[in-house]
């Protein structure tokens, strides 16, 4: 019952609980038989489409709770794969070769992350180059040119060989 009262106080509702017990012959009720009059009362006084809207049993609550865990687990496995592919990714980049250990699914994987990362550093590059010049006459942004540059020829390198393998192995 004290959870009832915490359900009313917390989201604002009426409500009511008739408990029903085989070791008793007669039922509970909560807050009291009147107060399980009127909140019954007003239910009945909604039209009834509106009642069925959220009224759900056991069997289709669970099976909301199941699909929706269902697609919680599905992120989180695509989340965990997004950043297991990227960890591996900055290993190689960083000199810790070890393609030889993935299967076709993970060198699929693989080449969509590259494809996703070389498409934002392509954006951040042309909005790079589209920033004004500040006041002593040169972009803002020169310094990470100099700085990316030598990294994008690694990672195109990279995914040169990486290509190459993945065309290897398909074939």
């Not at 009945?44 to 697609?71: A, D, L």
């Not at 592919?85 to 994987?109: E, P, R, S, Y």
């Amino acid at each position: 019952m004290k959870k009832m009262s915490e359900l009313i106080t917390l989201c604002r509702i009426d409500a009511c609980a008739i408990i029903c017990s085989q070791y008793e012959s007669q039922p509970k009720v909560w807050p009291s038989p009147i107060g399980v009059q009127q909140v019954l009362f007003k239910f009945k006084m909604i039209p009834e489409m509106e009642q069925r809207k959220n009224m759900v049993n056991q069997e289709s609550f669970f099976s909301q709770r199941t699909i929706k865990e269902v697609k919680q687990l599905n992120k989180h496995c695509k989340d965990n794969r997004v950043k297991k592919m990227t960890q591996f990714m900055f290993n190689n980049i960083c000199g810790k070769w070890a393609v030889h250990g993935l299967n076709f699914w993970d060198l699929n994987d693989l080449s969509l992350l590259l494809d996703e990362k070389m498409s934002n550093i392509d954006k951040r590059m042309d909005a790079f180059a589209i920033t004004p010049l500040n006041a002593q006459g040169a972009s803002s942004s020169s310094s990470s040119f100099m700085v990316a540059l030598p990294l994008m020829t690694m990672i195109s390198g990279w995914i040169y060989e990486l290509t190459n393998l993945h065309l290897n192995l398909a074939s």
